[in-house]
């Protein structure tokens, strides 16, 4: 990646609502990364995200590879929320960020962090290019009868409810690695994506064509705190006949649900600890999550009519074989297997040779897929 003989350096900051994380790439290489945390909580040193902002420049100043570094080609700003209106890494001028505002009753724990963090280095380098990547953008192909809710229509409309899905730049950068794989840009993928937060994706030729979570990041398979799938009458039940307000059935379902609902643990290393001293908790906590992921992996084949990778990644994904064989257990019908000492060494291709679907474990890079989808777009707009 380099023009007119220079490598370029791009800055990719992921900007929440509490941590800024950050990660410096040269080319395709990261030189740098790391995360600042308890932003303007009680008795946190780091007021707001002008100060996290500050201790980042320092930190990469302190490497000789600052901020204000003329060296610097771009800014990515990993960003959660972008609608409809954003399918595609954006260029960030006053009337994108002004567009991010008005999606932030979409995303209220995430847009706002994005966009203060966009702020401040908007601030410090006015004259860099600056890019939004969007969390929603790679799930945007999605049909209508994948996106839309069977509710009234003029009421989704009017208030955007519909499916957007989240984990974008992951989903994106995991299928393609698939298909590089496999050597066929136009095979067909299911990316599980196991992180704290889960999701699952049918991506076929590099399009998406469902995703697991939907307009919220709460939908779908069962996570580290969020339950996931949950039949809508529960939360009219727990209003009504639980006396819980909003607020508290909001903190129930993304904070204290999912791994943490069910056994008090959202680590999975724990609860496979747990698991292994017979804890019945733990057992059923990690059966719900296997059956549930196991039925998205059932329902996205469907969804493909073929598929040729099954690809797990994120912490969960990338880590537990006992996750990876659970799930896919007495598939054999479908084409699929794990081969249980690949499964164990879990790099790359896991299924056993010659059957019809490759199972694999491919590490997610969202930061780099944040660099490359930066650098995609500046020949089309301003080069420094
Ligand atoms: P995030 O979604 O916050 O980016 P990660 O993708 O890093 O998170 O995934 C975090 C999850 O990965 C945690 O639940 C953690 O327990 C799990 N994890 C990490 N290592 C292992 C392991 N060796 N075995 C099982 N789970 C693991």
């Given at each position: 990646m380099t023009v007119a003989g220079k490598t370029e350096r791009v800055l990719v900051l992921n900007s929440g609502s509490s941590s800024v994380k950050y990660a410096l790439f040269i080319g395709e290489e990261r030189l740098a990364s790391g995360i600042v945390e308890r932003i303007g909580e009680p008795g946190s040193p780091v007021a707001d995200h002008e100060a996290a902002l500050d201790i980042v420049a320092g930190e990469l100043a302190d490497r000789n590879l600052g901020i204000d570094s003329p060296e610097l080609t771009a800014i990515g700003h990993r960003v959660v929320h972008g609608g409809t209106d954003f399918t595609e890494p954006t260029l960030i001028t006053d009337e994108v960020t002004a567009k991010i505002e008005e999606l932030v009753p979409l995303a209220p724990l995430h847009n706002p962090g994005n966009l203060a963090g966009i702020e401040v280095t908007r601030r410090l380098r006015p004259d860099l290019p600056q890019v939004a990547v969007f969390d929603t953008a790679f799930h945007s192909t999605i049909s209508p009868a994948a996106a839309t809710y069977a509710i009234d229509r003029k009421l989704a409309e009017r208030l955007r409810i519909r499916r957007y899905g989240f984990h974008g730049t992951s989903h994106a950068y995991v299928s393609r690695e698939a298909a590089a794989l496999v050597g066929r840009p136009g095979c067909n993928v299911i990316v599980l994506h196991l992180g704290n937060g889960a999701s699952a994706s049918a991506v076929s030729g590099g399009r998406c064509l469902e995703t697991s979570m939907g307009m919220t990041p709460l939908e779908g398979l069962v996570m580290g705190t969020r339950s996931g799938d949950l039949d809508p009458g529960v939360l009219l039940y727990l209003a009504r006949t639980g006396g819980m307000s909003f607020d508290e059935i909001d903190t129930l379902v993304?904070?204290?649900?999912?791994m943490r609902g069910l056994c008090?643990?959202?680590d999975m290393r724990t609860v496979q600890e747990r698991l292994a001293a017979k804890d019945p908790d733990a057992e059923l906590a990690f059966s719900v999550y296997c059956h549930r992921l196991r039925k998205y992996v059932g329902a996205y084949y469907a969804v493909l009519g073929v598929v040729d990778v099954i690809a797990f990644t994120g912490g969960v994904g990338e880590n537990s074989p006992l996750v990876r064989q659970t799930t896919l257990d007495g598939l054999e019908a479908l084409g699929i297997a794990v081969d249980p000492e690949r499964n164990r060494r879990g790099k790359g291709v896991i299924s056993p040779d010659g059957t019809a679907v490759k199972v694999a474990v491919i590490p997610t890079n969202e930061e780099l897929e944040i660099t490359r989808q930066t650098l995609a777009i500046l020949p089309r707009t301003k080069r420094p």
């Open positions: 993304n904070r204290e649900s999912g008090g643990e959202n």
